[in-house]
């Protein structure tokens, strides 16, 4: 018996596939520091937990495709606050934010076509591209330059008949990059003029640092039939298990089309937007300490990477990751080796492996993504440990 070629050919999650060797270590009784996965532990929103309690319906039906009309709604007055106006038929309320992206990915493009993505890029572009039968062509970022978007010459070398779309993530995955609003508003230009889509993902939306400020790509003017945003609520709330995210487009073929898509799923999950929906009112109130706290953390990360003699690495703006690259031939060696044969007081640390982060061959494979989503005392605790171990590794 023959498996599909999209079996044969879709990417291991360099997040997860090393879970094994966690779980063995953990069966051995060491405490692993989870750094590995953006699986942050602070609390989810107490409105969003009594929004579960609280309901009672008898029967849990069905709900529309497109989402909960009162949750769309809720949605069109979240990103009127982020200076975006919307109506409510301009959004589609998916199964998290990997169902958003991978309908982007199918509504704009054809099995065989091509997606320019920035990379280092989330890893699971690569898998959604793989399901979907799109080709990601790499556009290469690199550290020096702070992952920001190189030239329009060096994107338009990449464009060809069977390019579709950019695809950006900003604030960025793995790499913490935020974009400046002159980039986004050039890529928008340079979208028009090729006749290209540009799918965001701007989850991470909210988590920036230092001042700096976040610019949509459907803040860009004339950019409506062009752009479509892919979102979620699992990083906002902390609210990774509830799997509700969206697509928003002004192109109403294409939102007609995605609709379609949404349809063949039947509809996203009626409790889990409910509890989304309690958490639409949350504003700066809640947002700033908590832009605060993953400041702090990302400050504490960061410095205690920059006393370990040989890293290499880019404080980030947003979101809450760090690409790292270690002296090393290769970092999921490293890892593995962490989590197999190394502790502390029976303590080691867990990261995701580089590589998975580029669809470039032989990229990433010195480098390594840290999530900074535990509590500083557990933070600090982990980037002693991490320290130590590779020091140890260092002289093996």
């Known amino acids: 018996m023959k498996l599909s070629q ?114 280092p890029f989330y890893t699971n572009y690569n898998g959604f591209a793989t399901m979907a039968g799109i080709t990601i062509r790499p556009l290469l970022t690199v550290a020096e330059d702070g992952f920001q978007l190189p030239p329009n010459e060096a994107i338009e070398a990449l464009i060809g008949p069977k390019t579709k779309a950019i695809m950006i993530c900003n604030p960025g995955n793995p790499t913490g990059t935020v974009y400046t609003k002159e980039d986004i508003f050039r890529l928008g230009e340079l979208a028009k003029r090729h006749g290209l889509y540009v799918i965001s993902d701007e989850v991470y939306r909210e988590f920036i640092y230092e001042g700096l400020s976040h610019t949509s790509m459907l803040q860009v003017p004339g950019l409506e039939e062009h752009a479509i945003v892919v979102d979620s609520v699992s990083k906002r709330y902390s609210a990774c298990g509830a799997r509700i995210g969206c697509i928003v487009s002004r192109n109403k073929e294409l939102m007609a ?32 300490p908590l832009i605060a706290e993953y400041q702090a953390r990302r400050d504490l990360a960061y410095d205690a990477l920059m006393k370990i003699p040989g890293m290499v690495c880019v404080k980030p ?26 502790n502390i007081d029976n303590e080691t640390v867990m990261g995701a492996p580089g590589e998975g982060f580029y669809a470039t061959p032989g990229l990433g494979k010195n480098e390594m993504r840290l999530a900074y989503v535990l509590n500083e005392d557990e933070l600090a605790r982990a980037m002693s440990v991490f320290a130590r171990g590779f020091e140890a590794y260092k002289n093996l």
């Open 317 to 342: 703006q947003g979101a809450f990751y760090i690409l790292v690259k270690l002296p090393v031939d290769d970092c999921e060696k490293f890892i593995i080796w962490m989590l197999d044969e190394f």
């Open 6 to 119: 999209r079996a044969l050919e879709i990417q291991a999650s360099p997040i997860r596939k090393l879970m094994p060797h966690a779980v063995a270590a953990k069966q051995r009784g060491t405490k692993v520091f989870h750094l590995n996965i953006g699986q942050p532990d602070i609390p989810t929103p107490h409105q969003m937990i009594e929004a579960y309690h609280s309901f009672s319906e008898k029967v849990l039906a069905y709900g529309p495709s497109q989402g909960l009309d009162v949750y769309r709604d809720g949605l069109v007055q979240y990103y009127a606050r982020h200076n975006i106006p919307l109506q409510e038929n301009q959004i589609i309320v998916t199964q998290a934010g990997s169902e958003a992206v991978t309908f982007a990915m199918m509504v704009v493009a054809e099995a065989g076509d091509e997606i320019i993505v920035p990379e």
């Open 257 to 288: 089309a995605t609709l379609k898509f949404a349809q063949a799923r039947l509809c996203p999950p009626t409790v889990d937007q409910l509890a989304s929906l309690a958490c639409v009112p949350l504003a700066d109130d809640f947002f700033k």
